[in-house]
């Protein structure tokens, strides 16, 4: 039975980028994107793509990357349509900047109920960035359909997929009644690297631009408007370190006045 699925990818900042190029403006409370490093596919959203790309080879079917943001950089977008990926769908507009989970599972969702037919849609487990969580799970519930999270591998079978669901000591075995939601998390392995032949073919191939108007959204809903939570602060956290050289004549005095020196810190 070809399997017909819908894998969310979101456009991150490098979580690989070095720390010292990280900021914020927290007057804003907003990440600045530092500069010189190009985004990337969230690397979970890779190997939901994987796992919709394993389903594939299996049974056969399509596979639609969906996408919301603003601005993303094609070259990045499209590297899921390099792997193997069939569609790539943006919803693209700066209407849909500065939402939330809830906003951003709620876009997602209508741009699924307007694509339609659909066997499983694929996320990852957090996004990269903001590493929430949250929104597969809120794409289900809008939806109405069943959600499995953080799978490490996914078996379909007529209607029905087994999923392997990592738990702290282990795996779980979960079987779902197709169309489900499935999120894919880091131990189901190596996504596959583009082929050539990918890329090639992906640089050929458009993608389908679907501005709020297009899925029906209502405008209070998406974006900052319909922001349902409250970042209240955003910073990074400080980190001191002191160091303190105690200085001795010979080492047994260096000892001696190192232990006194941690029992008045209370350390000993
Ligand atoms: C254009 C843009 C502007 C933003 N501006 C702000 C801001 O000003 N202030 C602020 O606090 N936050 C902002 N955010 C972040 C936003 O709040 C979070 O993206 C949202 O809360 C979801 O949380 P998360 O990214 O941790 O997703 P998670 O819940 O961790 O994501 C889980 C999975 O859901 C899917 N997914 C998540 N987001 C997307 C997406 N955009 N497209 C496709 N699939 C997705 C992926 O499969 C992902 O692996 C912005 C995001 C975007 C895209």
Do not use: H
């Not at 010979?250 to 209370?266: F, H, I, M, W």
């Amino acid at each position: 039975m070809p399997v017909n699925m819908i894998v969310c990818c979101k456009q991150v900042i490098d979580p690989e980028a070095p720390p010292a190029s990280f900021k914020i403006n927290s007057a804003t409370n907003q990440v600045i994107s530092p500069p010189g490093v190009p985004p990337v596919i969230s690397p979970f959203d890779e190997q939901a793509v994987e796992a919709a790309l394993r389903v594939k080879d299996k049974l056969g079917g399509k596979i639609t990357i969906l996408s919301l943001g603003n601005n993303m950089l094609r070259d990045v977008i499209k590297k899921p349509l390099s792997m193997g990926a069939d569609e790539l769908i943006l919803l693209e507009d700066e209407a849909f900047e500065g939402g939330d989970s809830w906003s951003t599972a709620y876009a997602l969702s209508m741009a699924v109920k307007k694509i339609g037919q659909f066997d499983i849609i694929f996320c990852g487990r957090q996004a990269a960035d903001w590493d929430n969580g949250q929104v597969g799970s809120g794409i289900a519930e809008i939806l109405g359909i069943p959600s499995v999270t953080v799978a490490k591998k996914v078996e379909v079978t007529d209607s029905k997929a087994t999923v392997e669901r990592i738990i702290t000591d282990g795996y779980q075995i979960i079987e779902v009644t197709l169309p489900a939601l499935i999120t894919v998390s880091n131990e189901l392995g190596e996504a596959r690297y583009a082929t050539l032949k990918g890329i090639m073919a992906a640089a050929k191939k458009q993608p389908t631009i679907w501005k709020p108007a297009d899925i029906g959204v209502e405008p209070s809903k998406i974006g900052t408007a319909g922001r349902r939570a409250k970042l209240v602060k955003l910073f990074q956290p400080v980190k001191e370190g002191k160091c303190e050289v105690v200085g001795a004549d010979s080492p047994a005095e260096a000892g001696v006045k190192l232990a006194q020196r941690l029992r008045e810190a209370k350390v000993i």
